[in-house]
């Protein structure tokens, strides 16, 4: 790490009211502020262990080691985090008060914190590679197509639940093959193709279930049916067949007259009837044959579609119940009785075609590519290839600003030019834009960001021998609309930067408060917020249907969009961060209610509800993170307390060795013991509760919520009730969810400083290190006068020195008796 510029003002009045014995509001500080006092809890509650003589974990720690903490700040860094997490001392070990811990944290910060006057801290971030989500999100705007990266790119290295750390990001020849796969298609995509083959695509129904019932995101007065997106790649006819609408020789669902329809962009393009008595006299008959005529209707349906990508809808009418004497005395919500009378979308949907096309009409992609067409060209005396010559260098150069992020130049031009006549000698003028898009694509002014260190990096110390240097206005955009949209930077931020007028603190604070506004901001909830808290991907916990035959992959769905909705709406509102965990509303839908023995919601549709249960508050009574933090068969306290500790707390705990025994299934013969009680078993060990005796009150206090996220009061295999009551590190008693998050979050930043934390090193691509930690305290307490909301947060870090500095790549140590 490099020092370069000062920190904020308020860390030299925290540190010299600390060195100097006051509180800095001008008062006496108290007794836990001073270095006698952090001396004096060292020697009474660490020095046994981390004495000469015992070297536990190879650190000794003594009083007379506070005259150098700033020259250990890595140590000291790692050491504040073990004691706001309660692990050090350990459990089973004479334990200091929490006000001890709070008066030697404050003043242990304050002291690191003491600026440099002169210098900032910038650390070094390699070139970084595009992400996958980051190529096609960038390759979406830039060519207004619908590139789904998870199915032409591989899956990234994450490191603390992110993709996009920069020195994780290798690059393999295999890596960058399929990188370039990927820009063909994307190119194919968005110029189309004039003279296309005949494709089939088809679409499986993987939600079967509660289709009696309308499904939320599909028209109003429908039931059941499918909805997915679908590319046509030129105008033309296109053939859809519905395969299977539950339409069998033994159902009773022709008994009465359904409606399907079929919906193209929002457009009815096909309705038909299925159903009464000539379909039912027709199977009756005939038999197999007869079905395989009444379906008949619903296959090759030809429908005339432009070239685009559009939502595809096939459901049916919703009818009442009462328009027909079968439906007369049935319950009232009996889904069951009401789907074995009512067709429903089985077998998906096939797509062939396109048919008779005419061509490509001008889609929004070729709208954004083409920004100017050859043949209506009028300048004299210029001939054909010269007009098409001129057209593809307008094109590329509009490409190129806004792939390369920068201004481009008549040479960047130039290197793309071979593309496109290569692509021209082979076919068409689109054909040589088609080449030519790819080009861009692979490129890897598109491909990297990099950082460029200056011939001579700037020093802003004259003793200093690894200066940092500041980034340059273009880098700086970069770095900023990657951090809050995932993608390159818009017009108003690249000619803000081209003109050299963002590289102040100012003007970037400026510029992120209106990205923020944007509504690709809320690239900010999906990769960063749910991947830090490992609740992105719900399907990596697959329940036990024999255990939870209640769970579907329709509530998976549910839970996957409530924390999604609810994280969107404390992030994007602007509310305090802390709310992710304290709020008491969420985002639930008729389903998910009732899987939460909530009553008052009816509907398919997600709707915002006020939870009054305190249980359901915040991320720790949500189905994401309770399903997520269990295994397939049951709960897990110990998964559950590691996860709170390392998403929410900041103090990941040590992890396992690798030979420790994790099973807690009762062993044959013995009858069966809630998982409390084998737990208190196997952390009756020495070695094992040094850690368990942390994490597993943790997860104990949740321990009501089953591996589905249902609340439960009785544990049905050991035929005994819930114990959630469980005694923290600290020594304070809770009894459950509610008083665990008092506990753990009531009145202290611990959650606060961790969102902080990680959004910063989300925000540089980089891990933390020691030296960045002072300015992540200084960003914590910047916002604290802003209710910590994430402007207030995103604010502090894009003004930091860490965000607008890089240090120069640390330099490589020559072997022993090797010289430079």
Excluded at 24 to 41: D, E
Excluded at 251 to 280: A, K, M, P
Aim: proline share 7%; hydrophobic share 40%; aromatic share 6%.
């Amino acid at each position: 790490m490099t020092r370069a510029i000062s920190f904020v003002a308020a860390a030299a009045v925290l540190a010299t009211a600390a060195l100097s014995g006051q509180d800095g509001r001008g008062g006496q500080a108290t007794p836990a502020s001073g270095v006698a006092a952090a001396g004096t809890l060292l020697d009474t509650y660490c020095a046994g262990c981390h004495s000469p003589a015992v070297k536990a974990g190879g650190l000794v720690i003594e009083a007379s080691t506070l005259a150098g903490v700033r020259e250990h700040r890595d140590v000291w860094e790692k050491s504040l985090r073990k004691l706001r997490g309660r692990q050090m001392p350990p459990p089973g070990s004479r334990q200091p008060s929490q006000a001890e811990i709070d008066g030697f944290v404050t003043w242990m910060e304050a002291t690191l914190d003491a600026p440099d006057p002169g210098l900032a801290v910038a650390g070094h971030v390699p070139m970084q590679r595009l992400t996958r989500t980051e190529f096609a999100t960038a390759v979406n705007d830039l060519l207004a197509i619908e590139l789904d990266a998870a199915q032409v790119l591989p899956a990234e290295i994450e490191v603390h639940g992110f993709d996009n750390i920069a020195s994780a990001l290798g690059v393999s020849p295999a890596f960058l093959d399929q990188y370039v796969a990927a820009a063909r298609a994307a190119a194919r995509l968005a110029v189309g193709e004039p003279t296309p083959k005949v494709s089939v695509a088809a679409y499986q129904q993987h939600e079967s279930g509660d289709q009696p019932l309308h499904t939320d995101g599909l028209p109003l007065g429908t039931r059941g049916g499918m909805k997915f997106r679908h590319t046509f790649p030129a105008d033309g006819e296109y053939r859809f067949t519905i395969q299977d609408i539950g339409v069998d020789v033994y159902s009773r669902v022709l008994e009465t007259r359904h409606t399907l329809i079929l919906l193209v962009d929002g457009r009815e393009v096909f309705r038909q009837s299925v159903g009464g008595s000539d379909d039912l006299r027709t199977v009756d008959r005939l038999g197999a044959p007869g079905r395989a005529e009444v379906m008949k209707r619903f296959a090759d349906v030809p429908v005339q579609v432009k070239a685009g990508t559009y939502d595809i809808v096939v459901t049916f009418i919703e009818r009442a119940r009462v328009e027909s004497d079968e439906f007369i005395g049935l319950i009232a919500g009996d889904a069951f009785s009401r789907g074995d009378r009512e067709p429903r979308i089985q077998g998906g949907v096939q797509v062939v075609g396109p048919f008779n096309s005419p061509g490509v009409s001008e889609t929004p992609s070729r709208q954004r590519v083409f920004v100017c067409h050859p043949e209506r060209e009028t300048a004299p005396g210029r001939r054909s290839a010269q007009r098409e010559g001129d057209c593809a260098r307008r094109i590329a150069a509009n490409l190129a600003r806004r792939a390369f992020r920068r201004p481009v130049t008549d040479a960047d031009v130039d290197s793309l030019m071979p593309h496109f006549e290569t692509g021209r000698k082979a076919g068409s003028f689109d054909s040589g834009i088609q080449h030519l898009v790819a080009a861009v694509l692979v490129s890897p002014d598109f491909l990297f960001r990099a950082i460029r260190t200056p011939a001579s990096a700037v020093r802003l110390k004259a003793d200093t021998t690894n200066a940092a240097f500041p980034l340059s206005d273009l880098e700086l955009a970069s770095r900023l609309s990657f951090f809050l949209w995932s993608q390159g930077p818009d017009e108003a931020l690249l000619d803000a930067a081209a003109a050299g007028k963002l590289r102040s603190p100012d003007a970037l604070r400026a510029q992120a408060l209106r990205m923020l506004g944007d509504r690709r901001a809320s690239a900010l909830v999906r990769n960063f917020a749910l991947k830090w808290l490992d609740v992105d991907n719900l399907k990596e916990v697959e329940p036990d249907p024999n255990l939870f035959p209640a769970f579907t992959d329709l509530l998976r769905r549910d839970m996957a969009t409530e924390i999604q909705q609810f994280v969107a709406s404390v992030l994007l509102e602007d509310r305090s961060v802390g709310d992710l965990v304290t709020a008491d509303h969420t985002f639930i839908n008729e389903r998910l209610a009732r899987h939460y023995g909530i009553t008052t919601v009816l509907g398919p549709q997600f709707r915002r509800v006020t939870l009054p249960d305190a249980r359901r508050h915040g991320v720790l009574g949500k189905g994401a993170v309770l399903l997520r933090t269990s295994y397939g068969d049951r709960t897990s306290p110990v998964i559950r307390g590691a996860w709170v500790m390392d998403k929410l707390m900041g103090t990941p705990p040590t992890p396992p060795p690798p030979d420790v025994e994790t099973d807690l299934s009762t062993p044959k013969g013995e009858a069966p013991k809630t998982l409390r009680a084998r737990l208190e078993s196997h952390r009756s060990k020495a070695g094992c509760n040094q850690c368990h005796g942390v994490i597993d009150p943790i997860g104990l206090a949740l321990e009501n919520f089953d591996a589905i996220g249902r609340w439960r009061d009785r544990d049905v295999d050991a035929r005994a009730p819930i114990d959630a009551k469980t005694t923290l590190p600290n020594g304070r008693v809770v009894d459950g969810p509610a008083e665990l998050r008092a506990a753990l979050f009531g009145g202290r930043d611990l959650f606060v400083r961790n969102f902080t934390e990680k959004l910063t090193m989300y925000a540089l691509g980089r891990e933390l290190e020691a030296d960045d930690m002072p300015q992540v305290r200084a960003i914590l307490r910047r916002s604290g006068t802003q209710n910590h909301t994430l402007s207030a947060i995103v604010s502090g870090i894009v003004s930091s020195d860490a965000f607008r500095y890089q240090s120069p790549p640390p330099k490589a140590t020559a072997p022993q008796g090797q010289k430079d």
